[in-house]
């Protein structure tokens, strides 16, 4: 069993799409949905340019990749900062937001709820304990 990159239910390791949210879970099945996405796209007759492109993108599941890849640079960057101030009351706040938004973190949380908590949630955690670790950082 793996993890939907998308809806993180559980799914068969050979599933070409999960059978939740119908997000492709092989680079092989994202072609070939990108394909017929587009194929249907064109006739649409939605106009072309950057709408169509994010659209096209979410229904491929570019836009979780982004999200994940800039969870794991704030992430990380948080938490190197975090370190160089440990000793500092600030290091601690500092630390949990690194945490909070690196990608697995938001499928751990979810797990007893049976979805990965949304991304908005987790921004929203982060921002709180960024904000607390700066003020402390600030004040003390
Ligand atoms: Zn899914």
């Known amino acids: 069993m793996k993890d939907c990159r998308r809806c993180g ?3 068969d390791d050979a599933a070409q799409f999960c059978p939740d949210c119908g997000t492709p879970q ?3 099945a994202r072609a070939q949905f990108a394909d017929l996405a587009q ?3 064109d ?3 939605l106009p072309g340019g950057g709408d169509r492109g994010k ?3 979410q229904l491929t599941g570019d836009t979780d990749r982004l999200w994940d890849r800039a969870g794991y640079a704030v992430g990380f960057v948080t938490i190197v900062l975090a370190l160089s101030v440990l000793t500092d009351p600030a290091g601690v706040p500092l ?3 690194g945490l909070v938004i690196l990608p697995p973190t938001r499928h751990l949380l979810g797990r007893p709820f ?3 908590f949304i991304r908005e949630f987790m921004v929203a955690l982060y921002a709180v304990f960024a904000v607390l670790g700066g003020a402390l950082f600030v004040l003390l």
Do not use: Q
Request: no cysteine; proline share 5%; net charge negative.
């Open 9 to 11: 239910s559980a799914i």
């Open 26 to 28: 092989t680079d092989e």
């Open 39 to 41: 194929e249907e796209l």
């Open 43 to 45: 006739e649409s007759g």
């Open 55 to 57: 659209l096209l993108a």
């Open 95 to 97: 630390l949990l937001a």
């Open 114 to 116: 049976g979805r990965p």
